[in-house]
């Protein structure tokens, strides 16, 4: 194959980002290279070339097709290569930035060599200044860790699951404990202290990611969570990325059940309430096998389940009691405690205006002495209709869901 095909196949896993992605699917300019439109904080965007050094892996990842032994088409490119094709793609604007990760075959610190070497030319030979994510390898060497928060604006480790015997239920490679765990905080912790001395552009500047395959081996939200809560409390990580299972054909994990989509969802929306709205993990509700509740967002069932925190005073409540009703989040927090300093709020129209969601914050909230709401507030619209969290068949693809998050 040449270049152009080589990359083609390696691009394919430009996969959608349920978090950050933007609808459509990813555009090819310049011949089939994966770009994919992504959203930036503040609701800018931005375009993202996603690619693999390598689709060869010597690692038994029951849910990745890439998985050793497997029969799919392997092939590599070369660090020039990835460093000439992004740049055409960047030179002709279609590409602003490069999220680049890889297959394991072998050693791993060949293969986290090869990517740093990639974004090493970028930087030094064509001097490109923009926006590079490394997914860092099981096994990576902590000088790689090191050189990868040099070059990189941000570097994620995929811890995968929140224990040892998840972790090696998914890879039997893998170590969360012994490896990933300490590689991811290590990162952290170089990110951290490089934002602390104000030099954030010498250490992996927009910080660390990590991602969790959802369901596949037992684990409960409550331990993800956890593991999640602390680090980022740790000030290590900037943010997680979850993936409900979702067996793909050909995997020794294709028999297993999938895991329903809106499970995925609870999870980004309790990880939202750790990092923006002063949640603790052990605050979250779970249930008895240790999940969120699928029925409701996890701030309603906080606010159901703790009544004695209601109703809040809009005029008189503080920002920590307001932020713990549904219906507000922080930017409304903002304009709302804003607001109030400078006028008189009436009614609800008045908050409305402010961009809180009345229809779900008014039975939780009193004004001038008034209830503005009454019962129950309605549940969120159903994200999925029945069954409809589950795929009709096994997924068929030449990478796994989670490979670009």
Known sequence: MDRAQRFALLAEAAADDREHGLPGRPRFQEGPVGIRPVRMPG???????????TNACSLSCGYCPMFRGSGIRRTALSPDEVATTFMESHRAGVAQGLFLTSGVPGR????VDRMLAAVDLLRR???????VHVKLLPGVERDQIVEATRLCNRVSVNLEGPRDDVVRGLAQEKDLSGDLL??????GRLSRQARLERRPQHAAPAGTTTQFVVGARGEADREILALVGGLEREGVLHHAHFSAFQPVAGTPMESVAPTPGVREARLYQAEHLLRHYGFAPGELVFGEDGNLDLGDDPKLAWALAHREWFPVDVLRGSREALLRVPG????????????????GLRGTEDLRRLGIDVVRAASFLTLRGRRLGRGLPPRQLTLFGPGGHLPAVVWRT???PCAYR
């Open 108 to 111: 791993p610190a060949r293969a």
């Open 43 to 53: 609701g800018a965007t931005t375009t993202l070339m996603r690619v693999m050094v």
């Open 125 to 131: 030979r064509h001097g490109f200044t923009g926006y």
């Open 398 to 400: 030449a990478t796994p």
């Open 182 to 187: 300490p590689a991811l905080r290590l990162a």
């Open 328 to 343: 507000i989040g922080p930017a409304g927090l903002r304009r709302l405690l804003a607001e109030r300093r400078r006028t």
